[in-house]
C-alpha cells in the first residue's frame, strides 16, 4: 500500500503556479511528513522545503519567497505551493515522511516549466 501520494505536477509557463498535495492515504500520520525534495535530469535530490523539530518550514535559498509549505488538517495534507516557477524548478517533486523509525517517500510527481 502506497504510504505517500504527491499529485499535481504538469506542465506550466514560466512564472506560473502549481500546487503539489502529498497524500497520506496508508498509516502514515499527515504530521509525520518533514518536507518535499525535488530531483532534476542527470541531478541529485535536493531539499526543497522541510518542517523543522519545532513546526517552522524552512526553505532552499533557490525556492525562498516562491515556494511556501501548507497543511490541509482535514485532509490530511501536506502541500508545496509554487509560484512564479521557473525552467530551472523542472524536476520530479517528492515528499518525505518519517514514521516507525525510517523515512517513506512518495513515487513523486513531474514538474516541467516550459514555454
Known amino acids: 500500500q502506497l504510504q505517500l501520494v504527491e499529485s499535481g505536477g504538469g506542465l506550466v509557463q514560466p512564472g506560473g503556479p502549481l500546487r503539489l498535495p502529498c497524500a497520506t492515504p496508508?498509516?502514515?500520520?499527515?504530521?509525520?511528513?518533514k518536507g518535499w525534495y525535488r530531483q532534476a535530469p542527470g541531478k541529485g535530490r535536493e531539499l526543497v522545503a522541510t518542517?523543522?523539530?519545532?513546526?517552522?518550514?524552512e526553505y532552499a535559498d533557490s525556492v525562498e519567497g516562491r515556494f511556501t509549505l501548507s497543511k490541509d488538517n482535514a485532509k490530511n495534507t501536506v502541500s508545496l505551493e509554487m509560484h512564479n516557477l521557473k525552467p530551472e524548478d523542472t524536476a520530479v517533486y517528492y515528499c518525505?515522511?518519517?514514521?516507525?523509525?525510517?523515512?517513506?517517500w512518495g513515487q513523486g510527481t513531474q514538474v516541467t516549466v516550459s514555454s
Open positions: 518542517i523543522t523539530s519545532g513546526g517552522t518550514p
Open positions: 518525505n515522511a518519517y514514521q516507525w523509525r525510517q523515512y517513506y
Open positions: 496508508g498509516s502514515i500520520l499527515s504530521s509525520n511528513i
